[in-house]
C-alpha cells in the first residue's frame, strides 16, 4: 500500500501545473539544497579539527554538546517559519477501501523524510565518524549520533503540534534569547547545562533511549490526532469562522486612504499567508546579531546589507507581492469609483511607517559602534525614498494570484521573475555603491550618498508616484485577466 501511495504522489506532483510552471524555480530550489549539505558535510568533516584548533584545551565533542541548546531551538524555529508540512488528498481514498491507519501513518513518515532532516544528516555523520577516527568511544560516539537523529525527528514530529500555535512559536524564541542573555552576563549557562546531558550521554549509551522514547510519545500523540481527522465528513464539513474585530481608528487620521490602510491591516491579521510573514519582521531585528560578531566589525558594506534588510524587511516581504495580495477581489476592486493614486499611497505609507518603526527598534545596536546608527539611518531614509517606489513600480508586473490561506514559508505561489531581479535594485545596487564611494573617497562620503538618493526620492514623491500610477493603470486590465487564472 505504501508504494502505491507514493506512485499516487509522484504522479500528482509531477502533473501538477505548479511543477510545469516552475521548472526553473525547482531547478534552482535543487541547486540550494545540494549547496547546503555540500557546505554541512565540509564542516561535518572540518568541524572537529577547527574546534581542536580554536579551542586547544576543550574536547571538541564537549563545545559542540554545549551549543546544542541553539541548534535545537533554532531548528525548530527554522522548521515553524520554513517547513511546509506534507499534505496528501485523501478525499477520494476515503471513500475506497483503504485502511485509514495506514493513511496516517504514510502521511507521518513522509514527513520524516523530509530535506529538513537530511541537511543534519550531513553535519552529524561526519563530525560521528571523524570522532571515531580520532580514538574516541565508537559505543558513545554511536549513541551520540543515534541521539541526534533521534532529536532531529522529534523535532519534526512536534512541528506537526505547534505549527498553527504561534505562542509556542513566541516561546521558544523567547528561550533562545533569554538562554543567550543570561550567558552573557554570566548569570547561568543554561545551554552548557544541557550541554551536560549530550556529554552524559556519550559517557553512559543508555540514556540515548530517552530520545527514542520522546520520538516514539511524539509520534503516537500525532498519529492520534491525525486519525481522528480522517473522516469523509470532517473534511467535507465547512468550519464557520468568526472575524475578530480590532480597533483600527486610529487609521482615520491619514484622510482618504484610510480605508484602503484598513482593508491591509485586516488582510494582515486574518489570513495565514500575511501572518506568517508578519513573523519576518522578527528576522529583521534579529539579522542584526552580525554586529555582535567581531569579524564583521571592519566590513563595513556588511552594514549597509543589515541596515536594508533589517529596516526593510516587511517592504520587502509586503511589497514584493503588491497588489497580488488583492488577487482574490481585484476585478471588485478595480470597479469601484476609487483613484489609483490613493491606492497605492496606502501601501506606501504602510511600508514608510514599518521602516522608521524597525529602525527605532535597532537604535540599541549602536552599543557596537556609531557607524552602525549612521548606516542605518541611511538606510531608512534609502529604503523610504528609493526602495519603497523601486518596490511599487515593480509590482505592476505582478500576474500570479496568492492564496492568501497558505503559509508564507516555501510557498511560491505568487512568485515570478520579477520577484527575483528586483533584489538587484533593492540590494545589490545600494551596497555595490556604498561600497565604491566608500572605497574612493571615505566611509561618510558613501554614507551621505546614501542619504542625498534617499531624500531626492522623498523630494520626486509625487512625480514618482504619478509615473508608477500610469504604469499600473497601463496594466490594470492585464492584471485583472491574470488574477482570474488559477494557479
Not at 530517552?210 to 465547512?238: P, T
Not at 539579522?287 to 529596516?311: K, N, R
Request: zero cysteines.
Amino acid at each position: 500500500m505504501t508504494a502505491h501511495f507514493l506512485k499516487l504522489e509522484w504522479k500528482q506532483y509531477f502533473r501538477s501545473s505548479y511543477w510545469q510552471k516552475s521548472i526553473f524555480l525547482n531547478i534552482l530550489l535543487g541547486f540550494f539544497a545540494l549547496y547546503f549539505m555540500a557546505s554541512f558535510l565540509i564542516i561535518g568533516i572540518g568541524g572537529y579539527y577547527i574546534l581542536k584548533d580554536q579551542f586547544p584545551n576543550q574536547d571538541p565533542l564537549v563545545v559542540v554538546n554545549s551549543f546544542l541548546m541553539y541548534v535545537i531551538i533554532g531548528d525548530l524555529i527554522f522548521r515553524y517559519i520554513m517547513q511546509k508540512l506534507p499534505v496528501m488528498n485523501i478525499k477520494p481514498l476515503l471513500t475506497l477501501p483503504v485502511n485509514k491507519n495506514k493513511i496516517v501513518h504514510f502521511i507521518l513518515m513522509k514527513s520524516a523524510i523530509s530535506i529538513f532532516n537530511l541537511f543534519s544528516l550531513f553535519f552529524y555523520i561526519p563530525f560521528a565518524v571523524v570522532l571515531i577516527l580520532n580514538g574516541y568511544d565508537s559505543t558513545g560516539v554511536l549513541a551520540w549520533l543515534f541521539s541526534m537523529i533521534l532529536l532531529t525527528q522529534s523535532a519534526n514530529f512536534f512541528n506537526f503540534l505547534i505549527n498553527k500555535n504561534s505562542r509556542v512559536f513566541a516561546g521558544l524564541i523567547a528561550i533562545l534569547i533569554i538562554g543567550y542573555v543570561i550567558h552573557k552576563f554570566d548569570i547561568f549557562n543554561l545551554a552548557g547545562f544541557i550541554g551536560e546531558g549530550f556529554d552524559a550521554v556519550y559517557n553512559n549509551p543508555v540514556y540515548a533511549l530517552i530520545f527514542l522514547v520522546l520520538l516514539i510519545f511524539l509520534y503516537n500523540f500525532n498519529y492520534r490526532q491525525l486519525r481522528n481527522e480522517v473522516y469523509l465528513d470532517a473534511l467535507i464539513s465547512q468550519e464557520v469562522k468568526f472575524a475578530k474585530s480590532a480597533d483600527l481608528s486610529f487609521t482615520d487620521r491619514f484622510g482618504d486612504i484610510a480605508p484602503f490602510v484598513k482593508n491591509d491591516l485586516r488582510l494582515m491579521m486574518r489570513n495565514k499567508r500575511t501572518k506568517s510573514s508578519l513573523w519576518m519582521l522578527l528576522m529583521g531585528l534579529l539579522y542584526e546579531v552580525f554586529y555582535t560578531q567581531p569579524i564583521y566589525a571592519d566590513m563595513e558594506v556588511i552594514f549597509v546589507l543589515v541596515g536594508i534588510f533589517s529596516t526593510g524587511i516587511f517592504l520587502m516581504n509586503f511589497g514584493q507581492f503588491i497588489p497580488a495580495w488583492d488577487s482574490s477581489y481585484y476585478k471588485m476592486l478595480m470597479s469601484q469609483n476609487i483613484k489609483y493614486e490613493r491606492y497605492l499611497t496606502s501601501k506606501f505609507m504602510l511600508m514608510t511607517i514599518s521602516i522608521v518603526v524597525l529602525f527605532i527598534l535597532g537604535i540599541p545596536y549602536v552599543y557596537f559602534g556609531w557607524k552602525i546608527l549612521a548606516v542605518h539611518f541611511a538606510a531608512m531614509i534609502y529604503n523610504i525614498g528609493v526602495n519603497t517606489h523601486v518596490i511599487l513600480f515593480g509590482g505592476s508586473f505582478n500576474r500570479k494570484k496568492i492564496n492568501l490561506d497558505e503559509k508564507a514559508a516555501f510557498n511560491y505561489q505568487g512568485t515570478g521573475a520579477v520577484q527575483w531581479l528586483i533584489g538587484i535594485p533593492l540590494m545589490l545596487f545600494p551596497m555595490g555603491l556604498f561600497w565604491l564611494i566608500s572605497w574612493l573617497i571615505n566611509f561618510e562620503s558613501a554614507v551621505i550618498t546614501l542619504l542625498i538618493l534617499g531624500f531626492a526620492g522623498i523630494a520626486l514623491h509625487k512625480n514618482l508616484m504619478t509615473i508608477i500610477t500610469k504604469k499600473y493603470q497601463d496594466s490594470k486590465y492585464k492584471m485583472i485577466h491574470a488574477f482570474n487564472q488559477e494557479n
